[in-house]
């Protein structure tokens, strides 16, 4: 009995495969019941051998009007090939699920990654009409279904930062406030990138410094960090840490400046009309 307990301890659920995959379980049980993921039967219930599982994922093929050859691995292509400088975005605008599609979109359509905005932002809406791709602890990947070659112009990845946070479907029903916008081109691509980053940010405490970084340099330096970290094979230790906003030095000195204008701006005189009126209402009506 001790040792079958030993080895399912090794297994994973159908929840947990599709935790660990970061799709959701409809998805994960229709590419099982399709014998696309390697899987076996324990007491009639689906299970995940995780060793399978990653090895499935270091597998995946591209299409056959691909040439493999041409594709670069998922598994060890460098982050910062797929996220440049300007595809930061550390302040988003948009307050509503489709308009942070849109303005992710947009970031890669004025870069020329993508050719055909249009296409990508309904794709990309179609997917998360399937099931909401934010996760617990505030952070999404935004993806489509198909991969259509001819419209992404070069895999990329835009990442945007709302301080506020928006619903966007979370299953702890929290704002999510991170979302990773993934153009991969390629399904060889596509899995192994979004396991990696799913990794990276499985650490609140690195969700957390993410969140209070106050420069694109920085976002993307601490991003690039955390994924040679997963390459290498390094799992830190997790820690729960609390979102604390910290605002650069520039930020800090027009804050005291604002509230020094305020405090040494003489009050506004009162207009004789307003005066005038005043002293009506306030004058006793005569019997």
Same mark, same amino acid.
């Given at each position: 009995? #001790?040792? =079958? ?24 049980? &229709? ?20 060793? %399978? ?11 056959? +009007?691909? =040439?493999? %050859?041409?594709? @670069? +691995?998922?598994? $060890?292509?460098?982050?910062? +090939? ?8 550390? =302040? ?18 004025? =870069? ?34 198909? $991969? ?23 299953? +702890?029903? %929290? ?9 991969? &081109?390629?399904? *060889? ?9 799913? *990794?990276?940010? *499985? ?21 690039? &960090?955390?994924? /040679?970290?997963?390459?290498? #094979? ?9 979102? !604390? @906003? ?11 400046? *604002?509230?020094?204008?305020? $405090?040494? &701006? @003489? ?9 005038? /009126?005043?002293?009506?209402? !306030?004058?006793?009506?005569? /019997?």
């Amino acid at each position: 009995m #001790g040792k =079958n307990r030993g080895t399912d301890a090794q297994l994973l659920t159908m929840h947990e495969l599709a935790a660990y995959l970061h799709l959701d379980e409809a998805t994960v049980t &229709k590419l099982v019941m399709q014998g696309k993921i390697p899987s076996l039967q324990v007491d009639r219930q689906w299970r995940f051998k995780r060793s %399978a599982i990653d090895e499935w994922i270091e597998q995946q093929l591209v299409g056959e +009007d691909e =040439n493999f %050859a041409d594709v @670069p +691995d998922g598994m $060890k292509l460098p982050l910062d +090939d797929l996220l440049p400088d300007q595809a930061i975005i550390t =302040n988003l605008r948009a307050r509503t699920p489709v308009g942070v599609i849109e303005e992710l979109a947009a970031r890669a359509y004025t =870069n020329g990654w993508l050719s055909d905005k249009p296409w990508f932002v309904g794709a990309v809406v179609e997917r998360e009409s399937l099931a909401s791709t934010a996760m617990e602890g505030g952070v999404a990947f935004l993806h489509t279904r198909a $991969k259509d070659k001819g419209k992404i112009a070069r895999p990329f990845i835009v990442v945007g930062r709302s301080w506020e946070g928006i619903t966007f479907g979370a299953p +702890d029903g %929290a704002p999510t406030y991170l979302f990773f916008l993934l153009g991969l &081109k390629y399904d *060889r691509l596509h899995l192994p990138i979004l396991g990696r980053l799913a *990794r990276a940010l *499985r650490n609140p405490s690195t969700i957390a410094k993410l969140r209070s970084l106050s420069s694109p340099d920085q976002v993307r330096a601490m991003l690039l &960090k955390e994924d /040679a970290q997963v390459r290498a #094979g390094i799992v830190p230790e997790i820690q729960a840490a609390a979102f !604390k @906003p910290k605002l650069d030095r520039q930020l800090r000195l027009r804050a005291i400046r *604002r509230l020094q204008t305020a $405090k040494s &701006k @003489p009050p506004e005189p009162v207009p004789k009309s307003r005066k005038s /009126a005043a002293g009506k209402a !306030k004058s006793p009506r005569r /019997a």
